[in-house]
Every structure is written in structure tokens, then in C-alpha cells.
């Protein structure tokens, strides 16, 4: 427990937020700035003295229900609340379960990074966002990643549609998925998806019973990896995976060496994803067209029956 660090950001939250913020009268003239001490202990319902000794750094691990309690009077943000339990060494409670929407500047970022693959996974391994160059390479959207790994078929990392690409480091990478997912089953202990997932995984594959009664401890992050494309051939790619910590997420950039084989082939796999892209917006456009028409043609027909009826 950071009790100093823990104190100060307590004093500095308090400061920042105005009675009015929380539904309280100002009270007149306040020495300063914030809430008074005693507010934020009534807010968050524990004793003054307590909260007093929290901000002076002499308190004792608060509980998770009292840091609940503080965060909620303090108005803290989902970014402050998950810093605050971590200064006081507290695991916070955990979600209902994995967030399974991405933001949309995550999925626009998906789009903007040019020659590059780019997907993201939810906490149970399942793509929730996928660029066109992510679908050109493995062969459509990927489903979950932890499936296709464990029940896909094949030793590698299997992640397309029917097993469109296979991927090498199928040994290292089940090692990593199992972790994430060990750490998914603590955290979201009452997700039914989840829970059928790992039943399942158990069910279906005694490599992945092994890897998870071996308790691995991984992280992702930089790895050279060879996708076996089965229309461009070998790909020698680098995978880098940036975490999206607000919502348990991860992002994966899939990229080449500037100048290689691997990295024209990429660009050729980008190419028929953008026209892909644009072929489905042309037909989206047409069929929206279309009902447009019908939906004219209908409210034409009901008026030139009324006009009938009315004579």
C-alpha cells in the first residue's frame, strides 16, 4: 500500500471537486478549495476519523467497499477508480464481464495505419475489430483466437475463417492465451460466455487442460512470427501488441520490414481489402437505394388507393 502517494491523491480529488458536483450547498465561504473532509467521509459512509487518517497517511488498507465508497464521492473516473485501488493494493471488484464493444477512436485507429493488419481481442481472445488487411490476410474477421488455437486443427496459431492462415508459435502463443484467460476467469468470474468457453476448451483439447494446470505465467508483446498465406505464400512478419487498459483489450499490429517480399505482399493483401471495402459499400448503397424505391412506390400505391377510395 502506497499510503503516501495513496494520501495525496486523496487530498488532491477532494480538492477538485465542488460541493454543488455532488448535490451539497456550497456553505458559504470555504478556507479551501473542494470538499470538506467530513463531506467525503459522509459520502462515501465511513467515519470522519477515518477518512482523516486515509488523507493523512496513517489509516490502514481500506477495503474495497470503502475505496467503492470513496471513489463514488470523489466522482472518479473508470481511469482515477482503477488507480486509486492500486495505490492502496487492493484488487479491484471485478466487472460484470469483458467489455466485448470497441471504442471508436480504437476502431478508426484500425483503418488509419496503412499496410499494416490490425485486429482487436476482448479478454476471452474474441476479435472484436478486425481491418480490412487483418480479413485479407487470415481469410475473413477471426472469431476467438483461443478456440482456433486449441480446436482449430493443427499445431499453429490457425486464425482464419476455416483455416485460412496458419501462424507459427502455436506452442508459445497457446502458452500466452491460456495465461489471459487464467487471468480472464478470476476477473470476470461470473461471465457465462467465458465460463462456456473454457468448458469447452477443456472438453476439446488435453494440450490445453496441460497448458492451464501448468499455471504460465506470459505476456504479449513483440514477436516475429511466418503466416502461411494460402494465395501469397510465406509472410515474416512482426506482431506487436498494445493493451487498451480501460477495457481489457488488445490490440495486434501485424507489419513487415520495409523493403521485403513479405512487406509487398502485405501491400498486394491491403489493396484487396480496400477494394473489397469499396465493392460492399457500392452494394450497401445499391440495396439501401433499393429500398428507398420500394418503400416510395408503397406510399405511392396507398395514396393513389385512398385518392380511389375517397371518389
Same mark, same amino acid.
Given at each position: 500500500?502506497?499510503?503516501?502517494?495513496? $494520501?495525496?491523491?486523496?487530498?488532491?480529488?477532494?480538492?477538485? *471537486?465542488?460541493?454543488?458536483?455532488?448535490?451539497?450547498?456550497?456553505?458559504?465561504?470555504?478556507? +479551501?478549495?473542494?470538499?470538506?473532509?467530513?463531506?467525503?467521509?459522509?459520502?462515501? !459512509? =465511513?467515519? *470522519?476519523?477515518?477518512?482523516?487518517?486515509?488523507?493523512?497517511?496513517?489509516?490502514?488498507?481500506?477495503?474495497?467497499?470503502?475505496?467503492?465508497?470513496?471513489? &463514488?464521492?470523489?466522482?472518479?473516473?473508470?481511469?482515477?477508480?482503477?488507480?486509486?485501488?492500486?495505490?492502496?493494493?487492493?484488487?479491484?471488484?471485478?466487472?460484470?464481464?469483458?467489455?466485448? *464493444?470497441?471504442?471508436?477512436?480504437?476502431?478508426?485507429?484500425?483503418?488509419?495505419?496503412? &499496410?499494416?493488419?490490425?485486429? =482487436? +481481442?476482448?479478454?476471452?481472445?474474441?476479435?472484436?475489430? $478486425?481491418?480490412?488487411?487483418? #480479413?485479407?490476410?487470415?481469410?475473413?474477421?477471426?472469431?476467438?483466437?483461443?478456440?482456433?488455437?486449441?480446436?482449430?486443427? /493443427?499445431?499453429?496459431?490457425?486464425?482464419?475463417?476455416?483455416?485460412?492462415?496458419?501462424?507459427?508459435?502455436?506452442?508459445?502463443?497457446?502458452?500466452?492465451?491460456?495465461?489471459?484467460?487464467?487471468?480472464?476467469?478470476? #476477473?470476470?468470474?461470473?461471465?457465462?460466455?467465458?465460463? /462456456?468457453?473454457?468448458?469447452?476448451?477443456?472438453?476439446? !483439447?488435453?494440450?490445453?487442460? $496441460?497448458?492451464?494446470?501448468?499455471?504460465?505465467?506470459?505476456?504479449?508483446?513483440?514477436?516475429?512470427?511466418? *503466416?502461411?498465406?494460402?494465395?501469397? &505464400?510465406?509472410? #515474416?512478419?512482426?506482431?506487436? =501488441?498494445?493493451?487498451?487498459?480501460?477495457?481489457?483489450?488488445?490490440?495486434?499490429?501485424? +507489419?513487415?520490414?520495409?523493403?521485403?517480399?513479405?512487406?509487398? $505482399?502485405?501491400?498486394?493483401?491491403?489493396?484487396?481489402?480496400?477494394?473489397?471495402?469499396?465493392?460492399?459499400?457500392?452494394?450497401?448503397?445499391?440495396?439501401?437505394?433499393?429500398?428507398?424505391?420500394?418503400?416510395?412506390?408503397?406510399?405511392?400505391?396507398?395514396?393513389?388507393?385512398?385518392?380511389?377510395?375517397?371518389?
Amino acid at each position: 500500500m502506497a499510503r503516501v502517494e495513496l $494520501a495525496r491523491f486523496l487530498r488532491e480529488r477532494r480538492e477538485g *471537486v465542488s460541493p454543488e458536483a455532488v448535490g451539497l450547498p456550497a456553505g458559504g465561504v470555504r478556507r +479551501t478549495p473542494g470538499l470538506r473532509r467530513e463531506e467525503v467521509a459522509r459520502l462515501a !459512509s =465511513v467515519s *470522519v476519523d477515518y477518512y482523516v487518517r486515509l488523507e493523512q497517511a496513517r489509516g490502514p488498507r481500506p477495503s474495497a467497499g470503502v475505496l467503492e465508497g470513496v471513489s &463514488g464521492a470523489l466522482r472518479l473516473s473508470a481511469a482515477e477508480r482503477r488507480h486509486l485501488f492500486r495505490l492502496a493494493g487492493v484488487a479491484a471488484p471485478a466487472a460484470g464481464g469483458p467489455v466485448r *464493444v470497441v471504442r471508436p477512436h480504437v476502431a478508426a485507429l484500425l483503418e488509419r495505419v496503412g &499496410g499494416a493488419a490490425a485486429l =482487436v +481481442t476482448d479478454a476471452t481472445y474474441e476479435v472484436v475489430a $478486425a481491418n480490412s488487411v487483418a #480479413r485479407a490476410v487470415f481469410g475473413g474477421r477471426p472469431g476467438n483466437l483461443a478456440r482456433a488455437r486449441f480446436l482449430g486443427g /493443427g499445431g499453429g496459431d490457425a486464425v482464419g475463417g476455416g483455416g485460412m492462415a496458419a501462424v507459427s508459435g502455436g506452442e508459445e502463443f497457446g502458452a500466452i492465451v491460456v495465461a489471459r484467460l487464467r487471468r480472464a476467469s478470476a #476477473r470476470y468470474p461470473g461471465d457465462a460466455r467465458l465460463a /462456456g468457453l473454457l468448458g469447452e476448451l477443456r472438453a476439446g !483439447s488435453a494440450e490445453f487442460r $496441460a497448458v492451464w494446470d501448468s499455471d504460465p505465467v506470459r505476456e504479449a508483446g513483440h514477436r516475429r512470427k511466418v *503466416v502461411a498465406h494460402p494465395e501469397v &505464400g510465406e509472410l #515474416r512478419v512482426a506482431c506487436d =501488441v498494445l493493451e487498451v487498459p480501460e477495457d481489457d483489450q488488445q490490440v495486434v499490429f501485424v +507489419t513487415a520490414d520495409p523493403g521485403s517480399a513479405s512487406e509487398a $505482399a502485405l501491400r498486394e493483401l491491403a489493396g484487396r481489402g480496400s477494394a473489397l471495402r469499396e465493392s460492399a459499400g457500392r452494394e450497401s448503397a445499391v440495396r439501401e437505394s433499393a429500398v428507398r424505391e420500394s418503400a416510395v412506390r408503397e406510399s405511392a400505391g396507398r395514396e393513389s388507393a385512398a385518392a380511389r377510395a375517397r371518389r
